[in-house]
């Protein structure tokens, strides 16, 4: 703590005012003219007043404790009138404000909100344009998960990771936590011997002695976007641009599992035009890690449950390759607008799964896509929730993350492109992703840039109904039907086993996990002990290293009672940290055995595993 104070107040400030230009080189505003932001409800910030352009972030990761220990140091752009800048922070203990002449700075903490933490004012003098906030994080700092060395692949050290999206970089960094907020950043990180730090930025690719690493972000981005990982990495290139790393026992598979992510990246281009961010990376992390894949910038994170083996679940790469142009270049104004994020990104996604894989196994993810769409809105109903523009006031934004903004989103998009075709379509987005780059978009906007520029009669805009897509609920009935030939050979197969063929009579060569999805999902909803035992012994099942296969036929055993199954379902709660695999497990858990017992049993020995967000989802689903 003692030496990051000292950084902030003394050397590290004469680099900064020596050279006080280079950390604001691609920042869009300068001191006199500042874009207009939307009020968002998420953030206690007020960017049209005061905002900040560039954080350099000066940490020390302490292991033992649990805790960083840091200085954020901040260029300001403020209106002439204001007198202070508001950052957000949760759970952080704010040490000292001082300013770029090292004079210290009033400042308020304000009341706790659950959801949004609390307001750090700081006062301002007419002069002031840098100030640096001395800071240590709480050891249950949300963002951030610290494993044990056991929890790890090597097992001999521990591990650290963020996830700051939504509204989570306010518990590691006091900042500006809103996704219209945008600034550059560089950073100084030490971690213990052995261990290599990696962020959203440029990249080491070896560990040093000094155990202290740099890192730029040139593109100014938003606050969601910031993150750190710390452990036993190594790297390994892929293509000329993109790369893996991941604990040294994972590296080669994974990079063979990613052998294709540079044709990714061309075919993206190739799309919507040139990749914004240089590199593109990505990490393979422990199993906790809650997400399938974080769009952090330069480098994803990614769950290690989509090294299946064969390539087949490296859509997800491509989507979050994808946002590296909708969410990272042209970002949701506000989470009421995460559809714009997340609805684009799974369209994009699927075109380039077509252009590398051919169109009839894009179908395949679009249909699967489409049958989990229809079950939310079955599920949803009349909700406000399965809208696409949302209101998540006094809300967690978590709660915005449903089938809804990513499904419904994509399929409003696909229904635009049917009407206006292809072609017009794409030159559409793409000059879309060049006009609003490193810019918001909220959803006001995008409808009236879509009916001026391509819904430009009235019989397109009839045929489309925008308004009914993204105000109402549900799913519109234009919405475009999807076919898949392969999925209807599957269709044929699940009807023989119906009608009582055995298991290893049906015709499965070839298939891939898409096709063993739809043949899962598709197999009736009762099953005996011998038809689960009959595709079991066929198919390997239950001992599938395919986690999404896994996660499907649980939702098959579970309520059929198989108990061969019970096993593996509790080994793969306390492994795996994913949510989207969790919630469906535990829920099947609660409705086979409503007392919850079962299910609470597992959660007890798993909980320590996951990361808040996923304590989260599941405290509240087992009465924690
Ligand atoms: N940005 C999301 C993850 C996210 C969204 C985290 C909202 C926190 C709040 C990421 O791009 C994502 O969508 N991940 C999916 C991948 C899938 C759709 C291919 C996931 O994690 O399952
Ligand atoms: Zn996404």
């Known amino acids: 703590m003692l030496r990051t104070l000292l950084i902030a107040l003394t050397g590290g400030w004469l680099i900064s005012c020596s050279s006080p230009s280079t950390s604001n080189d691609n920042a869009n505003e300068t001191d006199h003219q500042m874009t207009e932001l939307p009020l968002d409800v998420h953030s206690y910030a007020r960017p049209n007043f005061a905002r900040i352009t560039h954080l350099h972030w000066i940490a020390e990761i302490d292991f033992t404790n649990k805790i ?139 560990k040093n ?98 090294l299946a083996g064969d390539r087949s679940l490296t859509a997800l790469i491509a989507h979050e390759l994808a946002h590296s142009w909708s969410g990272n270049l042209v970002t949701n104004a506000t989470w009421n607008d995460f559809w714009l994020n997340e609805g684009f990104t799974v369209y994009f996604e699927q075109r380039i799964m077509e252009a590398v894989r051919g169109r009839d196994y894009a179908e395949m993810l679009i249909a699967l896509g489409q049958q989990d769409l229809r079950h939310t809105t079955d599920e949803m109903g009349t909700s406000k929730d399965s809208h696409l523009k949302l209101d998540l006031e006094g809300r967690d934004p978590d709660d915005g993350m449903s089938d809804i903004a990513y499904e419904k989103g994509n399929f409003l998009l696909k229904t635009i492109e049917a009407a206006v075709g292809r072609e017009a379509f794409d030159n559409w987005l793409k000059n879309y992703f060049e006009r609003h780059k490193f810019q918001v978009m909220d959803t006001e906007t995008f409808v009236e840039e879509v009916n001026s520029e391509l819904l430009t009669t009235e019989e397109l805009r009839s045929e489309v109904r925008l308004d009914e897509w993204i105000y109402g609920p549900g799913l519109p009935d234009n919405c475009p039907e999807i076919t898949s030939a ?44 011998t038809q689960l035992n009959d595709l079991d012994q066929a198919f390997g099942f239950t001992n599938s290293g395919n986690c999404e296969i896994l996660a499907a036929w649980f939702q098959k055993t579970i309520p059929n009672n198989y108990a061969t199954a019970d096993a593996r379902v509790e080994s793969f709660l306390i492994e795996v940290g994913r949510r989207k695999f969790l919630t469906p497990t535990y829920v099947a858990l609660v409705e086979a055995d409503p007392s919850k017992e079962k299910a609470r049993a597992i959660y007890a020995k798993a909980r320590p595993n996951y990361h808040s967000v996923a304590r989260g989802t599941m405290d509240e689903l087992l009465d924690w």
């Open 209 to 306: 002695e000094s155990g202290t690493y740099s890192f730029e972000m040139k593109q100014p981005i938003p606050a969601y976007l910031m993150a750190l990982s710390v452990g036993d990495i190594v790297f390994k290139p892929v293509g000329p641009r993109t790369g893996v790393y991941a604990e040294p026992s994972l590296v080669d598979t994974s990079a063979w599992e990613f052998g294709r992510m540079d044709e990714m990246l061309v075919a993206a281009e190739e799309l919507y035009g040139p990749y914004a961010w240089e590199r593109y990376d990505v990490i393979v992390l422990p199993p906790s890690f809650p997400f399938g894949g974080m769009e952090n910038p330069r480098l994803t994170f990614a769950t290690p449950t989509i």
């Open 486 to 529: 392969r999925f209807a050979a599957v269709d044929n197969q699940i009807e023989a086993f119906g009608a009582g063929s055995g298991a290893d009579e049906l015709a499965t060569t070839d298939w891939t996990t898409h096709e063993w999805l739809r043949f899962i999902r598709g197999l009736p909803s009762e099953l005996t002990e």
């Open 68 to 206: 960083i220990n840091a200085t954020a140091r901040y260029d300001i752009d403020k209106a002439a009138a204001a007198d202070e800048i508001i950052l957000d922070t949760y759970g952080l203990n704010i040490e000292s404000v001082v300013d770029e002449a090292g004079n210290e700075l009033a400042f308020t903490i304000g009341e706790m909100d659950s959801h949004l933490g609390k307001a750090l004012r700081i006062g301002l003098g007419g002069e002031t344009h840098q100030i640096a906030v001395v800071y240590s994080t709480q050891p249950g700092a949300k963002a951030l998960q610290w494993l044990d060395a056991e929890q790890t692949a090597g097992k001999e050290l521990p591990f650290l990771f963020t996830q700051s999206q939504a509204i989570l970089a306010r518990t590691w960094i006091p900042i500006q936590d809103s996704p219209g907020i945008r600034f550059t950043y560089s950073a100084e990180v030490t971690v213990p011997n052995n261990m290599l730090a990696l962020m959203s930025a440029t990249n080491p690719t070896e």
